[in-house]
């Protein structure tokens, strides 16, 4: 990807409004939340061998 030089006159940088306390708590809350919900599914299900798996497998 390339460089974009900005135009004359134009300013590619965004001034957002600061969040309030109340919206930091709140979007700290959901991450943290996302953070377990995504953690819990990202752990591998893990059958335990079987005779006729460990044949399959050469276990």
Do not use: Q, W
């Amino acid at each position: 990807m390339g460089h974009i030089a900005e135009p004359k006159g134009v300013d590619f940088l965004i001034k957002s409004t600061p969040l309030t306390d109340k919206e930091r708590e709140e979007l700290s809350e959901h991450i943290k939340k996302r953070k377990i919900e995504l953690g819990k599914k990202s752990e591998p299900k893990l059958r335990p061998l079987t005779k006729e798996s460990r044949k399959h497998n050469n276990v």
